[in-house]
């Protein structure tokens, strides 16, 4: 089971890239990565997926390093409707996934 | 086309009733999910349906819990006896595939139900 560690919470001004980092040490060969955005009183909704390198879609990015024991989703140019929580996800083919508590960003005007 | 939905949005119960909370996944939908969400806290993973079948129920946070699906569609999340603890917002989702796999494994969330057991 490939749990994750991410920051609490993160504050950024409007404009600024912002970049969340997500620890997965024990990632397994078949596993993605998988990012998802939960605004209050709403399910979350999907951002990005990778499994190695870099992901780039019209959202944000998702940076993932050889090892893969890590992964960066990085927002360009936050704005204040960026503010919510930002999950990382690993999952399989297999069960149990696991969310973790996710990260608070906070964009400031 | 129509989202997830659930049903009812709100439940408010007593203690040691039991309640049904339902999920209409996205047609054509196979993998259905059930996660538990308590205030200010992060998703916690109950069961995954594929097709009717759910191939790991260890999630389940008692045997008060149990889910069922049928016919690759609807899912009914059912608590007996419910407990205080069991207050939370129940989450909904369903992917065109399932979790593992390079594509179809976006879930796609539902509002929500949020039960408050008194």
């Known amino acids: 089971l490939a749990k994750t560690t991410q920051p609490i919470s993160m504050d950024s001004y409007e404009g600024q890239e912002v970049n969340i980092t997500c620890s997965h040490n024990?990632?397994?060969?078949?596993?993605?990565i998988t990012w998802y955005q939960q605004f209050p009183s709403q399910g979350p909704r999907f951002i990005i997926q990778?499994?190695?390198t870099k992901v780039t879609n019209e959202v944000a990015s998702l940076f993932i390093p050889a090892d893969r024991k890590s992964s960066t989703l990085s927002l360009p140019r936050v704005s204040l409707s960026d503010t919510a929580v930002y999950y990382c996800?690993?999952?399989?083919?297999?069960?149990?996934?696991?969310f973790g508590t996710g990260t608070r960003l906070t964009v400031i005007p | 086309g129509a989202g997830v939905s659930q049903s009812p949005s709100n439940k408010v119960t007593e203690k040691g009733k039991d309640v049904e909370l339902r999920c209409d996944p996205i047609?054509?939908?196979?993998?259905l999910y059930w996660y538990r969400q308590s205030l200010g806290q992060g998703l916690e993973f109950l069961i995954y349906?594929?097709?009717?079948?759910?191939?790991?129920k260890s999630g389940l946070p008692s045997d008060r819990f149990s889910a069922e699906r049928t016919g690759g569609s609807v899912s009914t999340l059912t608590i007996q006896r419910t407990q205080q603890e069991d207050s939370a917002v129940y989450l909904c989702?369903?992917?065109?595939?399932?979790?593992?796999?390079?594509?179809?494994?976006?879930?796609?969330f539902g509002p929500g139900t949020r039960l408050t057991v008194l």
């Open positions: 989702a369903s992917s065109l595939n399932g979790p593992g796999g390079w594509s179809g494994n976006e879930q796609f």
């Open positions: 990778g499994y190695k």
């Open positions: 024990n990632i397994a060969t078949n596993d993605y």
């Open positions: 996800l690993v999952q399989t083919g297999a069960n149990n996934l696991f």
């Open positions: 349906f594929q097709g009717n079948s759910a191939p790991d």
């Open positions: 047609s054509g939908h196979t993998a």
